[in-house]
Nanobody, 122 residues
Framework: QVQLDESGGGPVQAGGSLRLSCAAS????????MAWFRQAPGKEREFVAHIDREGSITYYAGSVKGRFTISRDNAKSTVYLQMNGLKPEDTAIYFC???????????????WGQGTQVTVSS
């Protein structure tokens, strides 16, 4: 089992920045590829960003590329999502997730956090 605990969400004005953190506990963090997803009210959960086990390869959804940066610190068992240039359409609950494989669909992720709310006002 891997337990994931997100933090860092909150209200922010458009154009502002937030840094989300996801602390992992349980099994060896460095064995897992990590990702961030988000879910807005009335919408399906969507992929945001993915990082490989070493932190050297990253993937982003087109809607956030160039504004968001995913990173990880295996010594701290933590993955981060730096979000800059936030837009109202970024408003959602943000979830971190862990998987042993690469992919963008929620179904391949084995473990999920409870989520942290990000609200961007115009």
């Amino acid at each position: 089992q891997v337990q994931l605990d997100e933090s860092g969400g909150g209200p922010v004005q458009a154009g502002g920045s937030l840094r989300l953190s996801c602390a992992a506990s349980g099994r060896t963090f460095s064995n897992y590829r990590m990702a961030w997803f988000r879910q807005a009210p009335g919408k399906e959960r969507e992929f945001v960003a993915h990082i490989d086990r070493e932190g050297s390869i990253t993937y982003y959804a087109g809607s956030v590329k160039g504004r968001f940066t995913i990173s990880r610190d295996n010594a701290k068992s933590t993955v981060y999502l730096q979000m800059n240039g936030l837009k109202p359409e970024d408003t959602a609950i943000y979830f971190c997730a862990a998987s042993r494989t690469v992919g963008w669909t929620p179904s391949i992720y084995d473990y999920w956090g409870q989520g942290t709310q990000v609200t961007v006002s115009s």
